[in-house]
């Protein structure tokens, strides 16, 4: 399978070079994702232009790397405008998986989630260090 994959602190980009993820081709694409996971990459863009076609195996693996990248509070998000691709996607109801129509606004996505999640985080902290909600006398109700 032919791809590039660019890094970036908060994400890492695989642009697939070739018209199908199939059989033929998906564990190529898996190992690819797992080696990603390894380094720590929690958001994964991968840039589905050129694929046309998409069988059974490629949305396995699109389902496997979603699943992933939810754990970690990141996200999946492949990038295409074909909207066969789209429909195949949308029929295969993976859990939160995200569709984009070009890299830019999928690096957008990366970035507004990782202040949704550090915000959610912040007010986490603050309902554990009693900020918020911290009994009362029975008074001051």
């Known amino acids: 399978m032919e791809f590039k994959v660019e890094k970036n602190e908060q994400y890492a980009l695989i642009e697939l070079k070739e018209t199908a993820l199939t059989q033929e081709n998906y564990a190529d694409l898996e190992k690819v994702v797992r ?3 390894r380094e720590g990459y929690g958001n994964i863009i991968i840039g589905f232009d050129s694929i046309t076609e998409l069988d059974g195996h490629g ?3 699109i389902r496997k790397a979603n699943k992933i990248c939810l754990n970690e509070l990141g996200l999946l998000i ?3 405008k074909n909207q066969e691709i789209i429909d195949q996607l949308d029929a295969a109801k993976i859990e939160d998986l995200t569709v984009m129509p070009t890299v830019q606004e999928a690096i957008d996505a990366v970035y507004l ?4 999640n550090d915000f959610q985080s912040d007010e986490d902290d603050e309902y554990d260090h009693g900020e918020y909600g911290e009994g009362g006398a029975e008074e001051d109700y």
Request: proline share 0%.
């Open 78 to 80: 492949i990038v295409t």
């Open 35 to 37: 080696q990603l996971f």
């Open 59 to 61: 949305i396995s693996i």
């Open 113 to 116: 989630n990782e202040l949704e």
